[in-house]
């Protein structure tokens, strides 16, 4: 664990590996909603596959490092840590594009992805692509595929894909390289709603098939 | 009849901003908000705000507003002719519109962005908490266009204590920016390498990033970082990211939440409120600080 600058009011702290960011970002989360010096300058904390960025305009970075180092010595990334966010299911239809190249590329049948992708919770890791896109990790290790070699122009919004150890949804149309394996009208990202994230760091999901 | 602003001629660009969303980076939405925080807060507190209401904030000039009631307003950052009801008027200071009286904001000289504040704040709907428009992810209002009527909403509690501020004002030629070590100055060999040389600030600058080109030979990552690549980390204001091209990106306002080149080095808060008033063409030169400048 590395605490980095990163200016006047925030500190980088690089880890050895996802699963000690996301156990390290549970234990930052509960500190700065406890509060109290310290924390209570942290209004951002933004977890990458090998970072956690904490962020405030009052944040103080010497002290926050201090903190940070303290709680990180007591984290403890395993298997078994903690999630702090709730259990969303997503009813996906498995109607997806690249299902069966994702079935040829593992070696199971295009039902056995289905099963895969369904059979065991994901959690959310983090954001930070577009409003609402979560990256999900933790799912069955035989989905690990490689993106497409050429990404598609326009992926539709709601469309579920794979890329590397991660699963995730399209909030909304963009380009993107995910292979995708099915479709979803479960909406990721409203504005108006309060979370306007469906999915939101900490937080698991479990994706459940319907037809279509 | 509640006040208004009603806008009869925008230029280059006229936004809403306020101090911006922040508490939703990790869900992908930036805090954006005004790009120089210092002259916004400063023309928000001269029309006796402390809180943080919605204002414009004018790309090189080109306003007209009208009043429709009395509307107290003042105006910082970049400075331009600036005309109320036919004469010319201070920058940084308290003005009064009467009902109907005309407010014209021209080019500035130097800087780039001016702000607008007005007493009792531009009451448009909110998105996500803030009345700021994020070019990059396209959240908050939509572009001020002229024919917009933007209602001013109720004057706060607290009252303008100063009817003038004295302030420098952005100021022309080379600009130095102080920057404080990035989360990677090792890749580059420290901050040293980044402030030996001159900068030009790039055409395709905006409220995302200031381009700047060097004027010299780029900086090059040290042989032992030539070929790394960086998972995607969070970005902050100010942020000066090296990408192997040799032209470096300040961040300001809109900019992405996570990026995957290496930040060298950060600006201080101050001289990212700097790097938001510099205009294509102008001459950077960043200087290392260890404590900055309160």
Do not use: E, H, L, N
């Given at each position: 664990m590395r605490i980095l600058p990163a200016g006047e009011h925030a500190v980088l702290v690089e880890a050895p590996g996802l699963a000690e960011v996301l156990a390290l970002a549970v234990a930052v989360r509960a500190a700065v909603a406890r509060?109290?010096?310290?924390?209570?300058?942290?209004?951002d904390v933004v977890p990458a596959a090998r970072t956690l960025l904490l962020v405030g305009d009052r944040l103080d970075p010497a002290p926050v490092a201090d903190a940070v180092r303290r709680l990180a010595a007591v984290v403890h990334a395993d298997?078994?840590?903690?999630?702090?966010g709730d259990l969303v299911e997503v009813p996906v239809r498995y109607d997806g594009p690249d299902l069966d190249d994702v079935a040829r590329l593992t070696g199971l049948t295009a039902g056995e992805v289905v099963a895969a992708h369904t059979g065991t919770p994901w959690r959310v890791a983090f954001g930070g692509f577009a409003p609402g896109f979560a990256y999900l990790v933790g799912g069955d290790p035989r989905l690990r595929v490689p993106r497409r070699d050429a990404p598609r122009p326009s992926v539709p919004a709601g469309s579920v894909g794979l890329a590397g150890e991660f699963s995730g949804v399209y909030p909304r149309a963009s380009p993107g390289g995910w292979r995708l394996v099915g479709t979803t009208d479960v909406v990721l990202w409203d504005a108006e709603r309060e979370p306007p994230a469906l999915l939101r760091p900490g937080g698991l999901v479990r994706f459940v098939a319907v037809d279509g | 009849m509640t006040s208004a602003l009603e806008v009869v001629r925008t230029g280059a660009q006229v936004l809403l901003e306020d101090a911006g969303r922040p508490g939703l980076a990790a869900v992908g939405v930036g805090r954006s908000g005004a790009a120089d925080r210092g002259a916004y807060r400063l023309a928000c507190r001269l029309v006796g705000h402390r809180d943080d209401p919605a204002a414009l904030e004018v790309l090189l000039g080109g306003l007209v507003v009208r009043a429709r009631g009395r509307v107290l307003v003042a105006v910082t950052g970049a400075v331009g002719p600036l005309v109320v009801g036919g004469r010319p008027a201070p920058h940084a200071a308290v003005l009064e519109l009467r009902d109907g009286a005309e407010l014209a904001l021209g080019a500035p000289t130097a800087g780039l962005r001016s702000y607008l504040a007005v007493r009792g704040g531009l009451d448009v709907p909110a998105a996500l908490g803030s009345r700021s428009t994020d070019v990059l992810s396209g959240i908050g209002p939509a572009p001020v266009r002229p024919g917009d009527v933007l209602p001013v909403g109720p004057a706060p509690a607290t009252f303008p204590h100063v009817d003038h501020a004295v302030v420098p004002p952005p100021a022309p030629g080379e600009v130095v920016l102080d920057v404080l070590p990035g989360p990677r100055a090792s890749w580059v060999g420290g901050l040293a390498s980044m402030t030996r040389g001159g900068w030009v600030v790039g055409p395709d600058s905006d409220r995302v990033g200031v381009r700047l080109r060097p004027v010299d030979a780029p900086v090059e990552r040290l042989p032992e970082h030539a070929g790394d690549e960086l998972p995607s980390e969070g970005m902050v204001r100010g942020a000066v990211q090296l990408p192997p091209g040799g032209e470096a990106v300040v961040f300001l306002a809109d900019h992405p939440v996570t990026g995957g080149y290496p930040v060298v080095a950060v600006l201080t808060e101050a001289s990212a409120d700097r790097a938001a008033q510099l205009r294509p063409g102008q001459a950077v030169r960043l200087r290392a600080v260890t404590t900055p400048a309160r």
């Open positions: 509060g109290g010096a310290p924390w209570s300058g942290v209004t298997a078994s840590t903690p999630t702090d | -």
